[in-house]
């Protein structure tokens, strides 16, 4: 298996839901990312995990929340989301924790709109 | 700090022409260097990277890229393009000791039948 799924494919919610987005993969990697990429533009980082530890946060809002309850899944919580939260956000993998050079490997996106 | 640019945001070639795409980095050391595509509303592909030795690497779908350092840059090739290969283009530089991907903004690629 070398994919990384994610799950749903589009989200529609209202600035009061609570929803989450899920991200798997089952190639061994340890280090699992979240980006979001708005039309026309590159992902940005939002969370890096390594070895299921949380360790970069890029200043992202705390009505995102990440979750990592093992090496192979890693969630994302949304909760009193914003319009202009409404993205593409992608998951990415890599195969060592902590190392610089192992190249990411992406899921095909959740569109998320937040009404 | 860490930079990638991608002078061109819209390239147009013909079905069977010839590409280039450019990127330029800025980063203080040895660079690890990348080259992704991303089809509408899809997730990003690896097409090549570039990590040390050769600095002519060959990638997926008979895309090339050259490591020049005295240019900083890491373009992309490719002899003969077809209409698939029509999508967006990401450079992206990673960083030393750190888990972290720098993007440049993308060039995106038409292809005239």
């Known amino acids: 298996d070398t994919e990384v799924t994610q799950t749903p494919k589009h989200l529609v919610m209202g600035m009061t839901n609570k929803k989450s987005l899920k991200c798997e993969q089952h190639m061994g990697h340890r280090a699992m990312y979240w980006y979001k990429q708005k039309a026309k533009k590159p992902p940005e980082l939002m969370f890096v995990y390594s070895y299921e530890k949380l360790s970069i946060n890029e200043s992202v809002p705390s009505r995102f929340s990440p979750e990592c309850p093992n090496s192979s899944l890693l969630n994302l919580h949304l909760h009193a989301l914003q319009p202009e939260d409404s993205a593409l956000y992608l998951c990415?993998?890599?195969?060592?924790?902590?190392?610089?050079?192992?190249?990411?490997?992406f899921g095909p996106g959740t569109r998320l709109t937040v009404l | 700090a860490q930079s990638v640019t991608q002078p061109d945001i819209h390239i147009t070639v013909s079905e069977g022409a010839s590409l280039e795409l450019r990127c330029n980095y800025s980063?203080?050391?040895?660079?690890?260097l990348f080259w992704y595509v991303q089809s509408p509303g899809q997730g990003l592909q690896l097409l090549l990277k570039?990590?040390?030795?050769?600095?002519l690497v060959q990638g997926i779908k008979g895309f090339e890229a050259e490591f020049k350092r005295s240019q900083s840059s890491f373009n992309l090739r490719k002899p003969s393009v077809h209409w698939s290969d029509a999508a967006e283009y990401f450079c992206a530089v990673g960083a030393r000791n750190f888990n972290k991907f720098y993007f440049g903004s993308g060039t995106k690629l038409n292809v005239k039948p």
């Open positions: 980063y203080g050391a040895t660079p690890y």
């Open positions: 570039y990590f040390s030795g050769d600095t």
């Open positions: 990415a993998s890599s195969l060592l924790g902590g190392q610089p050079y192992n190249e990411q490997f």
